[in-house]
């Protein structure tokens, strides 16, 4: 099943920030992010692991709320490089870590003008 | 350069034909993955490997095959059983060792069924 994003699309002016969230419906023990631009691959952003751990960007933030299954990812100060659809993959519990299965959202829409 | 290789980037096939996309990686991963994402779907996963000569289906297999003979190629076959194959198709990898793994992604196929 898949997580739930929202919003499917945000429209924000340079300097703005934005915050984006994934929900799933299942325990899940690592959330990872991607940026996608227009007919590109998916690049990697930012991986939180059950526990606390977490791998990215630095100029990335995000959240993991294990009770809530929860993620979100903070965009601030957004530049015009920041638009593009970003998709959270999640990984369930049940699986754990001896399953490299990610199943990812729908997306959100993200554009950033002048 | 590591990255990981797909071609080619549009292909055109006439109904009832197989067809295969290729995959290539020179980045000594172990775990290669096929994706399916057609507009506002996000990526669905249709196989992946952990070690070659050995795949699992992923959540949309049907009307799709693949083979891991080497470890860095990951070719996945559309045939013809497939009913819809229409859709931009993006392989990626990873390593399998530990839990902050990303998933690197190929610039993507473009596949039209007419």
């Known amino acids: 099943q898949q997580p739930v994003q929202s919003p499917q699309a945000v429209i924000l002016r340079e300097g703005e920030d934005a915050v984006i969230n994934c929900s799933s419906s299942k325990a899940l023990y690592s959330v990872h992010w991607y940026r996608q631009k227009h007919g590109e691959a998916p690049v990697f952003l930012m991986i939180l692991l059950k526990g606390g751990e977490q791998k990215g960007h630095d100029k990335i933030s995000a959240s993991f709320n294990e009770k809530k299954q929860q993620s979100s990812l903070y965009l601030t100060a957004s530049q015009l490089s920041y638009s593009g659809t970003y998709f959270c993959g999640t990984q369930d519990s049940y699986s754990g870590a001896g399953s490299y299965q990610l199943t990812f959202g729908k997306g959100t829409k993200l554009s950033v003008i002048p | 350069d590591g990255g990981i290789t797909q071609s080619p980037k549009y292909l055109f096939r006439k109904e009832g034909q197989n067809v295969t996309l290729s995959c290539e990686q020179n980045?000594?991963?172990?775990?290669m993955y096929w994706y399916r994402q057609d507009p506002g779907q996000g990526l669905r996963l249709i196989y992946y490997s952990q070690i070659v000569n050995d795949f699992q289906k992923g959540d949309i297999a049907e009307g799709y095959s693949v083979s891991r003979e080497k470890k860095e190629s990951f070719p996945l076959t559309v045939t013809s059983a497939q009913k819809n194959p229409t859709a931009f198709y993006l392989c990626?990898?990873?390593?399998?060792?530990?839990?902050?793994?990303?998933?690197?992604f190929g610039p993507g196929t473009r596949l039209t069924v007419t």
């Open positions: 990626a990898s990873s390593i399998v060792a530990g839990y902050l793994y990303e998933q690197y």
């Open positions: 980045l000594n991963h172990d775990a």
